[in-house]
């Protein structure tokens, strides 16, 4: 008989998915006032692999990382979803979003993001937000999965995760907590 462990607390990300870098801005500080403060951001990626958002946010569109300063217990992952559809909402204009935002949580091991959206390999949470398992790590870094987003498979989006991952290595280092993946 297995006995349950409550798992290390994880790194959380918002993925802004965004037209104008002015927007990005005001809505960097509006999730620094609802979910602590933001350790870092990623440079701008270029979402250019699907067209799905261009519709209701015209083009062209960018994907930028914010990076949570404080760990999370990974079952505040659908808690975090709900307040970024807050934000989505605030920003919108004329009821579209002029940026979307997908929180995740970032382990050693893999790499979730929130979601409304049900599919076969999502798994429900709460509340109507499922968690997309999105890349997992193994041999040395973040592989993509079948069912991973076109863009997520970037590398230069892996390899802004890795180095998100190794923060988060020294930080359980530090504090005496470490998992036993890769």
């Known amino acids: 008989m297995s006995s349950r462990k409550i798992p290390p607390s994880a790194r959380l990300l918002v993925s802004a998915i965004y037209r104008e870098e002015g927007r990005f ?38 994907r930028r990382f914010v990076v949570m300063e404080r760990l999370v217990p990974r079952d505040q992952l659908a808690a975090v979803k709900i307040e970024a559809e807050e934000l989505e909402r605030m920003f919108s204009v004329n009821g579209m979003r002029t940026v979307n935002l997908d929180p995740g949580i970032l382990t050693e091991e893999s790499f979730l993001l929130a979601t409304g959206k049900n599919y076969s390999h999502r798994v429900y949470l709460r509340d109507g937000v499922f968690a997309d398992l999105t890349l997992v790590y193994r041999k040395g870094e973040y592989r993509p999965l079948p069912w991973t987003y076109p863009d997520f498979t970037a590398p230069g989006v892996r390899a802004f995760l890795a180095e998100v991952r190794e923060e ?14 890769g």
């Open 25 to 62: 801005e005001e809505v960097l500080s509006n999730l620094g006032t609802r979910l602590g403060p933001v350790e870092r951001t990623s440079g701008p990626f270029l979402f250019d692999r699907t067209d799905y958002y261009e519709r209701e946010m015209g083009a062209p569109l960018y």
């Open 168 to 181: 988060l290595r020294k930080a359980r280092k530090r504090e005496g907590r470490q998992s036993r993946c």
